[in-house]
Nanobody, 125 residues
Framework: QVQLVESGGGLVQAGGSLRLSCAASGRKFISYSMGWFRQAPGKEREFVTSISWGDSRVNYADSVKGRFTISRNNAENTVTVYLQMNSLKPEDTAVYYC????????????????WGQGTQVTVSS
């Protein structure tokens, strides 16, 4: 059974930090690139960051560059992906989703096969 389980969301003041985690199991996720997307109320789901399989190449949306850091830990049965979010802004408020793709490099949500249930991040001003 494929599972992507996010955790670590919550309420934080502007300028604060949060660390999200995503535990992926049920597939050979070591061969999947992993991404984080977010969706704010009334807006489309948008790409935040990704880390590729193999060379762990990272990619960030311009809105989060320099503030967010993605990393991954490849264990035998579970891949865990982390999103360290610093200097948070109210506009970062959204539901954050972890996703997996067999493509090496993509920012398009339709090219991600597996998704987590999402975790809420709320940044107060």
């Amino acid at each position: 059974q494929v599972q992507l389980v996010e955790s670590g969301g919550g309420l934080v003041q502007a300028g604060g930090s949060l660390r999200l985690s995503c535990a992926a199991s049920g597939r050979k996720f070591i061969s999947y690139s992993m991404g984080w997307f977010r969706q704010a109320p009334g807006k489309e789901r948008e790409f935040v960051t990704s880390i590729s399989w193999g060379d762990s190449r990272v990619n960030y949306a311009d809105s989060v560059k320099g503030r967010f850091t993605i990393s991954r830990n490849n264990a035998e049965n579970t891949v865990t992906v982390y999103l360290q979010m610093n200097s948070l802004k109210p506009e970062d408020t959204a539901v954050y989703y972890c996703a997996a793709t067999q493509m090496h490099w993509t920012t398009r949500p339709e090219e991600y096969t597996y998704w987590g249930q999402g975790t809420q991040v709320t940044v107060s001003s």
